[in-house]
């Protein structure tokens, strides 16, 4: 079909269509009182074949087209019936049904975000270049990620490993590690300069302090890891790739991992999740249905790079014994009962099933002071050290275990360790009750 021809009047389409009785989409102007369009498809057999109008009264039609038919002998009946039922685009349009109600478990993920996405920081150390372009970006580097606000004194909790980079370098002659981005009341983000608390490698965590308006700060709640179940909800939120305050939901499904991070530390403990976890997510908080923090989303097991749904978070309580002293005293003091372990290997060439073999003790230590005993060699050879079994009732099958049940308490609490020792040809179990001391490098 040919383009569409403009005609402000009846006598100017009179002249078009003397040229030619072929078919022709015609566009006629309305009248002084319209400017609506008039748009009709005619031809010389079937009268008006297609009719469309917005707006324009039938009588008006009339007057404007009806010349137009005559002139090329055309049928007026099939316009007048067009006219007749003709609709305006308004009248055409599908009802708008109003929006129904959200489902309970739909309003209660929209008030946990509305809740708790404003105590959710971005978190860029300030060696990346790429910050002054903002926005998304398909590649995260090490120095994106997530934080949240753990106090209203402005401390902002995250994973060493986002910080990796600038803390590796001359960290005490800089006033600034980073650029922490919070999202205000009114949906605008501000960003502050951050300075930097303190750090534990080991478990992957990081302090960072800005000097930020309380109005902006929203600390978020802290829950319990130890209550966490399998297969209950997990929420994330973080910034993948550079994507702010984005929502992941999954489940909790695993728990006790033992999680390989980004900076080669073995964190015992760890949640494992199905959130979506990407690059960006790392630092941010992994909360319960309540919206209590359950853990600090920290690694992802993949292939690719991206989220393959597993994802790892290092559990709260274990957080909360070191942020407190990170804030405090701007290190970590370990409780530790400065002892070693044997390998696993090594211990099941010795039919060592269950616990955990003690290699050897730190001389003077607590532990030493408590009368544990190590492997040594004796006259007819190897003498077995103590097999420790639980601390505090809580069963101990690797190194890792023992880390984690003694990383519950703090230094100077006492723990009862309760052990089997070889005494002659038996061997008998003990609860040897023993104070932690801080760690000794």
Not at 43 to 52: A, H, I, L, M
Not at 139 to 161: A, C, K, L, M, Q
Not at 201 to 221: G, S, T
Not at 366 to 389: C, E, F, N, Q, Y
């Amino acid at each position: 079909m040919k383009p569409s021809k403009t005609f402000r009047n009846s006598s100017a389409y009179r002249g078009f269509c003397a040229q030619s009785v072929k078919t022709r989409r015609i566009i006629v102007g309305g009248t002084n009182s319209s400017k609506s369009v008039v748009q009709a498809e005619l031809t010389p057999s079937e009268g008006v074949k297609n009719y469309e109008a917005d707006g324009v009264k039938r009588r008006q039609l009339l007057t404007v087209v009806a010349p137009a038919c005559a002139s090329l002998c055309l049928p007026l009946a099939p316009f007048a019936y067009a006219a007749e039922t003709a609709e305006t685009v308004e009248a055409l349009r599908p009802p708008i049904v109003p929006p129904g109600a959200l489902s309970a478990a739909e309003q209660a993920t929209v008030d946990l975000f509305e809740r708790n996405s404003r105590g959710v920081v971005n978190i860029i150390d300030v060696t990346i270049r790429a910050y002054a372009t903002g926005g998304a970006q398909v590649e995260v580097p090490e120095g994106n990620g997530t934080g949240f606000v753990w106090d209203s004194r402005g401390n902002i909790v995250t994973n060493y490993h986002v910080l990796a980079n600038v803390l590796r370098n001359d960290v005490p002659n800089r006033k600034s590690v980073a650029k922490v981005t919070l999202l205000g009341e009114d949906g605008y983000s501000q960003v502050f300069d951050a300075t930097l608390v303190g750090f534990y490698k080991a478990k992957d965590l990081a302090v960072v302090r800005i000097n930020a308006p309380a109005a902006l700060l929203r600390p978020l709640p802290l829950g319990n890891s130890s209550n966490v179940k399998v297969g209950q909800i997990g929420y994330a939120i973080g910034n993948p790739f550079g994507f702010d305050h984005t929502l992941t939901t999954g489940v909790v499904s695993g728990l006790d991992r033992q999680i390989q991070s980004q900076v080669g530390s073995v964190i015992t403990g760890g949640i494992q999740t199905d959130a979506a976890i990407n690059p960006g997510n790392s630092g941010g908080p992994l909360m319960d249905s309540k919206g209590k923090v359950v853990g600090v989303n920290t690694a992802i097991f993949t292939r690719s790079g991206f989220s393959s749904g597993i994802g790892f978070a290092i559990p709260i309580d274990t957080v909360k014994q070191i942020v407190p002293q990170i804030i405090a005293f701007g290190r970590v003091q370990l409780p530790s009962l400065n002892l070693q372990v044997a390998d696993e290997k090594v211990a099941g060439s010795f039919q060592v099933k269950n616990g955990v073999l003690v290699q050897g003790i730190i001389p003077n230590s607590a532990a030493a002071k408590a009368g544990l005993l190590a492997t040594r060699r004796g006259i007819s050879g190897v003498v077995l050290g103590d097999i420790i079994l639980s601390i505090n009732d809580k069963k101990v099958r690797s190194a890792a275990d023992l880390d984690d049940a003694v990383q519950r308490y703090g230094v100077g609490e006492i723990v009862n360790v309760h052990i089997q020792r070889r005494d002659g040809n038996k061997d008998v179990e003990l609860d040897i009750p023993v104070q932690l001391e801080e760690e000794r490098v």
